[in-house]
């Protein structure tokens, strides 16, 4: 029989093979009653279907002392008009942003605003909404996405950050080919988010969760320092955390921790209280299918949490669980 150990690694491995499955997320998106559903177990990490969820619990957050990112959720966008939807949905957001006054960070994939069509259309998606944010103190900031895309996201990101400097970019230390990506990026104290990693990746290209994925984030880190980068320290893994702070990282100038919305609100508040800068990284929007699933790979007990969280009287609030 199976070890629990056995079983939590096979569910990882069920679930990211699930999250590209877009044939399954379709299937979700049109049976109603699943949707709503599964809506609630996505509910712990997305804070609603529109921008006014993710607002509303950004400016509470910001209240209670975190910075925060806000992302529309979506990827792999395969036409034109709806690459054209998502970033008009950003513009908005941006605009509202300004409009509260909240310094805050925009993330997205580029994939959701053309990178699936061509470099070309999602290098002028991102150039307006760069022109946009110009002198706002709001970030954009570009997620990594598998790693067949990672050499036309470096490329697209050098090219705007050359061009902007309130763009930043998340490398993810599981690959390989990280280290020297990060040696060719310009610093210039530009904002990099260090990740592990949430795809599934064949072994040449990239070393799953282990000790020996820790020591390479944590070199990683030390590189990034040298080359000037300011730095978002973006896990929930408590040993990275203790041992960044350890080192002396924490307080560094331009470092922050990052956390998902609804992962570890305790390790949060924990480190907010302590005086290190946190900040939550909120989401909106319909297309929350992959992100639940990685986030249920990343920690199996979270299928126990999602059967919890659908069957419980009231819909998950997980603002309220932060300090
Ligand atoms: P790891 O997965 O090893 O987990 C360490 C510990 O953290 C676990 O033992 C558990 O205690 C806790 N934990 C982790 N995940 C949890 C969960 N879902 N629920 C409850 N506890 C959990 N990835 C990517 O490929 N591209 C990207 O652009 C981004 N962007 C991004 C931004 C930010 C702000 C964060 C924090 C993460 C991302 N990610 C990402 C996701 C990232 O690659 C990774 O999959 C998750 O952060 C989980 O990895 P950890 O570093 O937390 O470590």
Same mark, same amino acid.
């Given at each position: 029989m199976a070890t629990t150990i056995d079983l939590e690694k096979q569910l990882t491995e069920t679930m990211k093979s699930i999250a590209r499955r877009s044939d399954l997320k379709a299937y979700v998106e049109r049976t109603p009653s699943l949707y709503h559903l599964l809506q609630r177990a996505a509910a712990r990490y997305v804070t609603g279907d529109d921008r006014a969820a993710g607002l509303e619990a950004g400016r509470m957050l910001v209240n209670k002392g975190y910075a925060i990112s806000l992302e529309y959720i979506g990827e792999n966008t395969e036409d034109i008009r709806s690459c054209e939807a998502a970033a008009l949905e950003m513009e908005q957001l941006i605009q509202a942003l300004i409009e509260l006054g909240i310094a805050a960070r925009v993330s997205f994939d580029l994939s959701h605003i053309g990178l699936s069509i061509d470099d070309a259309f999602a290098f002028k998606q991102l150039a307006a909404l760069a022109e946009q944010t110009r002198q706002t103190g709001i970030e954009l900031f570009i997620s990594m996405e598998e790693s067949a895309k990672t050499e036309a996201i470096l490329a697209i990101y050098e090219r705007a950050a050359a061009l902007y400097p309130n763009i930043g970019i998340t490398l993810q /230390?599981? !690959?390989?080919?990280t280290t020297q990506h990060l040696n060719a990026l310009q610093a210039d104290s530009r904002r990099l988010r260090l990740v592990k990693g949430a795809y599934q990746e064949p072994e040449q290209l990239a070393i799953s969760r282990s000790d020996a994925l820790n020591q390479r984030y944590l070199h990683l880190l030390e590189q990034a320092f040298d080359r000037g980068h300011r730095v978002s320290i973006a896990t929930h893994d408590e040993r990275i955390v203790d041992e960044a702070i350890a080192r002396g990282w /924490? !307080?560094?100038?331009?470092v922050e921790f990052e956390m998902l919305y609804g992962i570890r609100p305790d390790l949060s508040s924990k480190l907010k209280r302590a005086g290190y800068p946190v900040r939550i990284y909120l989401t909106y929007g319909h297309e929350w299918y992959l992100y639940l699933c990685h986030r249920i790979a990343e920690y199996p007990p979270n299928l126990y949490q999602a059967v919890i969280d659908i069957a419980a009287d009231r819909p998950v609030d997980s603002v309220m669980d932060y300090e």
């Amino acid at each position: 029989m199976a070890t629990t150990i056995d079983l939590e690694k096979q569910l990882t491995e069920t679930m990211k093979s699930i999250a590209r499955r877009s044939d399954l997320k379709a299937y979700v998106e049109r049976t109603p009653s699943l949707y709503h559903l599964l809506q609630r177990a996505a509910a712990r990490y997305v804070t609603g279907d529109d921008r006014a969820a993710g607002l509303e619990a950004g400016r509470m957050l910001v209240n209670k002392g975190y910075a925060i990112s806000l992302e529309y959720i979506g990827e792999n966008t395969e036409d034109i008009r709806s690459c054209e939807a998502a970033a008009l949905e950003m513009e908005q957001l941006i605009q509202a942003l300004i409009e509260l006054g909240i310094a805050a960070r925009v993330s997205f994939d580029l994939s959701h605003i053309g990178l699936s069509i061509d470099d070309a259309f999602a290098f002028k998606q991102l150039a307006a909404l760069a022109e946009q944010t110009r002198q706002t103190g709001i970030e954009l900031f570009i997620s990594m996405e598998e790693s067949a895309k990672t050499e036309a996201i470096l490329a697209i990101y050098e090219r705007a950050a050359a061009l902007y400097p309130n763009i930043g970019i998340t490398l993810q /230390a599981q !690959l390989h080919s990280t280290t020297q990506h990060l040696n060719a990026l310009q610093a210039d104290s530009r904002r990099l988010r260090l990740v592990k990693g949430a795809y599934q990746e064949p072994e040449q290209l990239a070393i799953s969760r282990s000790d020996a994925l820790n020591q390479r984030y944590l070199h990683l880190l030390e590189q990034a320092f040298d080359r000037g980068h300011r730095v978002s320290i973006a896990t929930h893994d408590e040993r990275i955390v203790d041992e960044a702070i350890a080192r002396g990282w /924490a !307080l560094k100038p331009g470092v922050e921790f990052e956390m998902l919305y609804g992962i570890r609100p305790d390790l949060s508040s924990k480190l907010k209280r302590a005086g290190y800068p946190v900040r939550i990284y909120l989401t909106y929007g319909h297309e929350w299918y992959l992100y639940l699933c990685h986030r249920i790979a990343e920690y199996p007990p979270n299928l126990y949490q999602a059967v919890i969280d659908i069957a419980a009287d009231r819909p998950v609030d997980s603002v309220m669980d932060y300090e």
